[in-house]
Every structure is written in C-alpha cells, then in structure tokens.
C-alpha cells in the first residue's frame, strides 16, 4: 500500500469547499437525456457527471446499457457543460475505450470487486494512470475483499484512488436495497483515513424518500463526497427507477445538507469528538464490566445445574429473556435485530463458561 497521504491528493486538488458531488443518470439512455441532464446539474455543487454506460444487471433481459456510443455522448457533456465525467468499467476492454474518450474518473462496481480476477485486469489495464479510479465495495460485507481491491490498483501505480461505500445485499429483508453496515465503512476510513470515501445513498437505499437521510448519515459520519443518481424523469428510467431523484431535488438537497465540518471552528470541532469519543470508551468499558459480571452469575448457574445434574441449555428460561429484552430494547431504541444478534453472542458465551463448569 502507498503512502496514503498520495492517495489522497486529486480529492485535495479540487479545492471544493463542499463535499464532492458525483451526480448523473444510473444509465445512459439516449444522448438527449444525458445532455439534459448534465446541463441541468451544470450550476451546481457537482464536479463529476456519472452516467453508466455497461450495465451490470443481476438478472438478465434487463437493458444492459448503451455501450460504447455513450462514451461519445459523456465527451460532449464535458465539452458543453464543462463537467468531468465518470462511468463504470468492468473488464479490459472497457477500461481501453474509457481512456480513448478520456472519461476523467472510472469507478468499479460491486459486482466486480468481488472478483480478484476482474479486479486484477482492470488494475493492469489501468496501470500508471493518472485518472480518478474508485472502487465500491463488494456485494457482500467483506472487508477483506474491498482492501484487496485498494490493494491491487495501488500495487499497479494508481494514485488517483478512492472508494464507495454502496452498501452491502443481505438474505434478510431490510428497509434498504443494500444494507448500510457504516461500520464497514468507518473501519475502512480508520485504516486508511486519507483514502477519499464516497457514499452512494442511491444503491444504499433503492428508494428516492430515503436518499436524504443517508447523505446526512454519511456526511456526519465525515464522508469526502456524495454519488448521486439523478434523472430527470426517475420514474421512466431504464435501470433504478425508484431511487434516483431530479436535478432539481439533488440541488436542494446540496443547500439543506449539514456540513457538520463547517458549522463550527476545527479547533471546537475537534475537542468536540474528543470529549464524545471519550464518553464512548467509558461506555464500552462499562459494558465490558457488566459482561464480565454477567459471566460470573452465569457461572454460578453452571455450577447449581453440575451439582443437580440438569442440562446447560433452557430454551424456555431463554425464549423468555429474548422476549423481555426486544421489548426493553424498544424503550431504549435498540432495533430487534440487534438485540436478537447481542443476546444470541452473549448467550452463546455463556453456554461457553458453563460448559467449562460442567467439565471440570
Ligand atoms: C451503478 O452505480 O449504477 C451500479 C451498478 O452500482 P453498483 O455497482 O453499486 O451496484
Ligand atoms: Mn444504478
């Protein structure tokens, strides 16, 4: 991995006072509907107009984009408009073609940091360019896979780097097409905190009304910049109808945002987070004490049911726990999710101890 701080200068050398804003169709349709789009978005916080140009859809018989023809259409939005241009590219040939139109910034999909493969041949296309390449994080939550990612683009002298964070799919249902999980992100942003991180609240949330909330979320959560899908009529969209949002919306949103960075001096700020983060470690020290005393009583526990000769798990006594604490966990905000996954691990423990009571 290079030195960071090389990462991390394209983001610098924009100069923007405002978090950086990608904004642009999912797809390119026509090449009238890019154009009005991008000078739509053209007196606006947004640097980089994103339009894609191959489509990779889950399932096939869906429109798998233009192709190449739209690379000619982005080149006049930025002869017209003056905006930089982004599109997605998956394999060799679309980083060749890319690079023939000089789109300013090519992003990898979720579908293809998966593959170390894929990841490895566009790197080696890519080699010693001085484009803007992101990478978003893989479909599943694996951190892993995203680093390697990194890994592999830096290692092929890519500079310009930079990550999206598209949220990740889950088996269980959830109120977002892709679930958050922001601490993937912010585990990410910890180890390489000079590495411009974007958040994508369109493929994050699947749902226009709930874009909002999540650029907020992200912008709290000190993210560099913000991709977007706008269109000018979402709801007739070839591919993500329903979460992309109007130029006009995407401007407002740029005006009603908090930019929690600039509402109060760096000195402040700063000693604000120290005093919040220290709070914090009380907390989770707390919480480690009460475990830690938790495991004891359930110690004693083991040490009654040895002595009894009565078995470790009682799943009435614990369906009952469960139950009490959803409904506590309600009171104090705690989703059910994650009361059910903390009282499983936590209970899972103390199986654990007693086990190793009833053995010795
Ligand atoms: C996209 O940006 O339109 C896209 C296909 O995103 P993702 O790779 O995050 O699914
Ligand atoms: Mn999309």
Redesign the pocket.
Known sequence: MQNSKELSTWLDDLKLEHPLVIAGP??AETEEQVLKIAHELKDSDVSYF?A?IW??RTRPGNFEGVGALGLKWLQKVKAETGLKTAT?VANRAHVELALEHDIDLL?I????TVSPFIVQEIADALEGTDKIVLI?NP?NPDLALWLGAVERLSSANIKNLGV?H?GFSTYEKSKYR?NPEWQLAIELQTRFPDLPLIN?P??ITGRRDMVFDVCQTALDLNFDGL?I?THYDPDNAW??AAQQITPKTLIQYTKDLKIRKESTTEADYTSELQNLRAQIDVADNQLLDTLGKRMKVAEAIGALKKEKNVAVLQSKRWNEILGKMVLEGEQHNLSEEFILKLFKAIHQESINHQKQILKS
Do not use: T
């Open positions: 999912c797809s994103r894609g489509k990779p997605e992003w999909g979720a579908r293809s978003k479909v999206i598209r892709n994508d369109s493929h991709m899908e591919s993500d």
